[in-house]
């Protein structure tokens, strides 16, 4: 905590403003951190990645909810994340990809939420969860969209694909916060990593 | 870096995989059957998987492929295009979705029609 103490007590010198004032300076963080996840959803509709199991994809954008959830607090998260979705599913998608993005994306942020409130998991922990969870709140969307409960058949793939997908996020966002320990992000439930 | 839990949770999600896996293997025939083609959750179409010919569904919306003894998807007008990439299917309960058009395509084998009937 000492970063975010020193860090506010230069702002508080120059600025003459007390912690509880500097909402602006979250506000830009948050503008900073919804672009670089609307990049990493363009990045990702870039490359092609066709394995013939229809809808596996990395989820790159996930790697800067994980962060956010992190170094900002839960509410955050999920305002970035529905954020997101809705921006990148005008851009990138359509009206049926933003109800699945936000099926997964929610589910995966609730379950993601709800695990790092437990001590026992490490950040690589909380991502494999939020991949596997991200495809199964899309699996159970298509079952009620297709009204056929019989394509759980995809399961097992999806879980396998979650797992890793979840995985490489979870490795990547461990390096990150390592090295994003000085990044004084302001506000008052701040985790650490 | 990595805790005892999170390899908790790696295992469970891996047994939970194969446990869905092998029981699906289970239930799986390979003999050829049929394909049953839905829109919107309502059965337009069923076909035989040994007569090769190709189905217009849904007024043309997509284009399905039997040959061979097995089904695929050579034509759709969605944007995402899944469905078409995906590899063709034949043996029973695999199946193919276009979730923007509401399309199941569906392989089933006459001699679990019944059970299916049930689960529907």
Not at chain 1, 6 to 11: A, C, D, P, T, V
Not at chain 2, 40 to 50: R, V
Not at chain 2, 61 to 78: V, Y
Request: proline share 2%; glycine share 8%; aromatic share 8%.
């Amino acid at each position: 905590m000492r970063h975010f103490d020193i860090f506010y007590s230069i702002l508080q010198h120059f600025t003459g403003k007390k912690r509880e004032e500097l909402l602006e300076v979250r506000a830009a963080y948050f503008g900073v951190f919804t672009a670089l996840a609307l990049i990493f959803s363009y990045v990702e509709s870039l490359i092609p990645f066709h394995i013939g199991i229809a809808g596996v994809k990395l989820g790159l954008a996930n790697l800067i909810i994980v962060i956010a959830l992190y170094k900002m607090n839960v509410k955050s998260a999920y305002l970035l994340s529905v954020t997101r979705v809705v921006l990148s599913g005008f851009i990138f998608g359509n009206l049926f990809g933003i109800l699945y993005s936000l099926a997964g994306a929610l589910t995966s942020l609730t379950v993601m939420a709800l695990m790092k409130k437990n001590q026992g998991f490490s950040v690589i922990g909380v991502s494999v969860a939020g991949g596997v969870f991200h495809n199964i709140g899309q699996l159970i969307i298509a079952m009620l969209v297709v009204e056929n409960v019989r394509i759980a058949y995809y399961l097992p793939v999806l879980l396998i694909a979650g797992l890793v997908t979840g995985l490489i996020i979870g490795i990547t966002a461990n390096e990150m916060l390592k090295r994003l320990v000085n990044l004084p992000v302001p506000c008052e439930t701040a985790g650490r990593p | 870096m990595m805790k005892k839990k999170d390899w908790i949770l790696i295992i469970v999600v891996l047994c939970v995989a194969a446990c869905a896996y092998l029981f699906h293997y289970l239930l799986r025939d390979t003999g050829k059957g049929e394909v049953i083609v839905e829109v919107n959750g309502k059965l337009t179409g069923t076909y035989s998987l040994n007569e090769d010919q190709e189905i217009t569904i849904n007024q043309g919306s997509n284009i399905l492929e039997i040959k061979n003894g097995k089904a695929n998807m050579i034509e759709a007008d969605c944007p995402d295009q899944l469905c078409v990439h995906q590899r063709a299917v034949s043996a029973n309960h695999e199946n193919i979705i276009c979730l923007p058009n509401r399309v199941v395509v569906e392989i089933r084998s006459k001699a679990e029609s019944q059970i299916d009937a049930v689960t529907n």
